[in-house]
Structures are given as structure tokens and as C-alpha cells.
């Protein structure tokens, strides 16, 4: 449109609009055909299963909440969709030629829990009906809704109650039990407190933004019957938050977590012979949704009842798991569609530490329990990169962390790395030092906005943490951005080389405490107490000394 305003002429520009304006009612016709196709779609879904939609507009209308920034998504959009609506298979179409051996539904059938916090109507009430129709009505065994203290809709779980009744009333074999937490517990308590009165065989953990897509169940019940230990999650189909379309999920991605047990996807490499939508081994959980068998889950603790409202608790489910005898699967012929949120929708309780968000306290916090539950001698790789956990205070005893490890006789964490997650051991051998890197009492840190090098308080809760590789010389942050030294002797950062004429530029040996670089043999140096500069090499200078948080034992 650019153009327009310069160089066109008026009957071009003319031409611009009227070609707009086709767009728009091309887009408004698809829009209105698509939204009443799903209509249609729905209302003969619900009448072959015997239900009404009664009043669910009604039910709806009282969402209390209309913006989209509340709620992370479409609001708006969501209210329009209506109960459900026809997705598109993004399962491979081997996954519907055969159908799945399943045990009876007196052996084989799942309790689910949704545990959801200040959740749109239009949002659960769609969770909740494409969970009820495209369930086998034998092998759903109950449904355990948990309303986690939501603020501003308190009527909620009764009219949800009110409605449910009404539409799946005569469902004589599906339990519903409906729980409400007046003040907010969290999600783990809530989903541990929904498992722990379930009654089905195997329980399913859902977030409440989801839409399961048709035959998500039979392959998952198939995977665990054929293995008791077993825990799986589906593949999940990403929902967009602003246009609420749903697409096909990545089949080449598996669940993981780095050194600072942030979760993270690792790459799925294919065996010879196997297809992408085989199920296949992850060292995490994909995202919050998992089902397992009840018992098991219970026997390994829940979710660990330390952990503070939200954040690690699939982590740590995912390690015990995996330590005790466990394994966790991924299964592409099961898709639930999910959406993923830019930013956390919830609100953390207040801070008592001016310089890390709520948010990331509690999440530190928990880190640090699965840190001192599980890592063992490797928990010092967590605190070299987040330093701010160490002055997090741990309301009970170590030894009682330990506790069930020993009575389980799991594995040491050294396990994990060897037969589950080569990715994170792979990191741990390939660095040389790691953590924050000090000269007397600041930090050399990686400023955000303009990637300007600084010295700052080793305590900043962003404090750059670098890394020194083994084999290259490299010297990197965790944004995988490398330090040189360019033209004029100046220090920068420049996205870490991959070939040799790139990394010969940025490499740096140890001297001692001192850093060289390789290519000029000048050392870095701190001499004005504010800025990093390039000077000749001089043995005991103090402006010259950096020590890392971590050195890496028993290696040079
Ligand atoms: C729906 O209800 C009608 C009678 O009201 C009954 O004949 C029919 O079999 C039912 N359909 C299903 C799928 O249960
Ligand atoms: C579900 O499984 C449990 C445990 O195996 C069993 O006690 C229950 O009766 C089953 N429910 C249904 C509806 O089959
Ligand atoms: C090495 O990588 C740099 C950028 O990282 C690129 O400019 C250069 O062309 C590459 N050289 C070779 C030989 O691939």
C-alpha cells in the first residue's frame, strides 16, 4: 500500500480498494458459511447423542470478563464459535484404518480432571462438550471439574452444574463430581486433589482451553493396557490464541527441559523404520496434558505437594516418573488441540523479593525442590545458572524430599542423562565452565534491549549466564550469542559461528583465572571498574580475573 501514497496513480489507487474490498467480503462470506456449517454441524451432533443445546448462549452471556488481554486469547471469537465445531483430522490417516484393541470398559476406562481458574464460559463449556462427544460413552468413566477459586465469575460451577445436568443428565453412567476451592490453591493441588477422589482406572489431566479432536482416547487406553507403568500425552494441535484456528501439531518434537529446568522441545530423531506417527519415548511430558494410570500416579506422590501453585509440576511428575520405574510416551494417532498462551493468565500471590516477579519466584522455588528432590550432585549445574534460587527459603527438610526416592529405589539422576535424555547430558559434556562470570563483585551481563555488554550485580534475577565450550573456545549466552572481538579491539557479541572461520573469531582459552583471546592473545579486563576492554596480558591483575559460577570438575 506503500505505493500508493507516491508513485501511483488515482485509477491504480482505485484499483487498490476495490481489490480490498473484494478481500473483505470474500473473507466476511467464508466467515458466515464456515460459522454456520459448524452450527449445523453441532446440532446434528448433539441430536444424534440425544442432547439439546438449551440455553447455552444464555450460559455464556454471563462471562463476566470481555477483553481479549484478560483472558490471553479471542474472547469475542470464542463466544461465537459456539459448543463445538468440526475440526480438521491432522492425525495420519493410518490412525483411522485400524481400529485400536482395546480391553473392556470395566478395565480400561479414565476419570478426568479440569482444574481451571478464572476461565472463559465459551472456552470450558467447549472443553467440556467435544471431551463429552468424542469419548466413548464406556470408556469414560467420570469427569472431575475443579473451579480453582475463580474471581469474578463466583456462579459459575452452579450454573455449570445447573447446564450439564440438563444436557447430559440421562449419561447414567458418567460420574460428575464438581469441586470448588474458595480461595486459590493452584493448579497442582487442585489437580491432585481431583485425582485423589477420582475412581476410574486411569486419569486424564486436561487444561481447560482444549478441544480433543475425534478417536483421541482409544490410542492412549491401547499404549497404557499394554504397559502398566506407562504415562502418555497426546499430541497436541495448536490452537491459536487470536484466530482460534486449529492446526496440525509437530510430530518431530519431544518434551524436555535445560539445566535451569525451564521446559523445553527437544528434536525427535526417527529410528530406521519407524513412522512419524508411531508413539514414541520423551524424557517430558508435551505440554500439561497426560494420563496415566491412577494408581501408579498415586503411588508416585501426585504431583509433588511442595510445589507452590503452578509451574514444574510436570517436570518433576516426568523425572519421578522416568527414576522409578516409569516411562512416558507420546502418541501422534491421539491429538487434543490446545492453546498456547503468550504470557501466564494467572496472578501470583505478592512478592516478597524486589528484584524477581511473582511468577518467577514461585517458579524458582519449585525448580528448586525438584533441584534438591533430584538431581543430586548435577543440582550444582542448576544453581550456576540460577544463582537467585540459592536465597529462596525451602519450608521443610531435604531428607523429607529424598524420602520416597529411597523408598522406591529409583534411580540416581546420573541415569536420567545416560538412558533418557543424551540432549542434557550432551550439554553438560560439551561445557568446560558455565553460570555467571564475575570480576571482584559484579557480572558480566548481556543487556536485553541493545545486546551492550555491562557490568552489573551478580544478584540482577537476568544476570546473564554464560557458557564455555569444551571444544570450540566458544564463549556463549544461553541466547546462543558469542563474544569476540572485532574491528578497533572492541569486545561484542555476535551470533555464535558454526563452521571454523566463523569460531576461530571467537574463540578464548583460560589462563589461569584470565580469559585470552585466541586469535589476538589479548586478555579481557575490567581496568576502570565499568567497562570491559581488550589489554595485554598480565599475570595476578585482578581487573583481569573472571571466575565463572561453575567450573566443570576434574577437566581443563
Ligand atoms: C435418541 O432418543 C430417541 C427417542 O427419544 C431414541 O429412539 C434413539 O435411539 C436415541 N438415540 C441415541 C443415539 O441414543
Ligand atoms: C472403571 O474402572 C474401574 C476400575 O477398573 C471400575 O471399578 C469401574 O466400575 C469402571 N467404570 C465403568 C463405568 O465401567
Ligand atoms: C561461516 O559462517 C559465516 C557466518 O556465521 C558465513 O558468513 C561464512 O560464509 C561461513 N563460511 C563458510 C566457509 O561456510
Redesign the pocket.
Known sequence: MYACGKYCSPRRCGFYIIAFLICQLVFIVIFMRSDRYDDIYASELLAYKNVSYLDWRAFISQTPETTEDYYQYNIELSNALGLIRKLPVTRHSSCTTRNPILPPPLEANVSVVISFHNEARSMLLRTIVSLLLRTPEDHLHELILVDDGSQRDVTLLDDLKRWMGGVFGSRQRLGLIFLRNEERMGMIWSRNRGASLASGRYVLFLDSHCEVNDGWLEPLLERLAGNANLAVSPLLDPIDPTTLSYRKGNEMLKGGFDWSLHFHWLKRQLASGERLEMPYQSPAFAGGVLMMSRDWFLRLGSFNPYLKIWGGESIELAIKLWLCGGQIEIVPCSRIGHIFRRRHAFDFPSQFDQQLSPAQEIYLHNSKIIAESWLDEYKNMFYALRPAARRIPLEHTYDELQRMRTERQCHPFDWYLRHVSPELRMHFDELSATGTLRNEDRCVHARHKDSQLILASCYLSDITQWSLLRQSGQLSTHREFCLTVGFGMRIALE?C??????RRSQRWMRLGTRLMHAETHLCLDNPLKERLEMSTCRSHAVSQSFQFALEMEGRT
Open positions: 551470533p559461528g558454526r563452521n571454523e572461520t566463523a
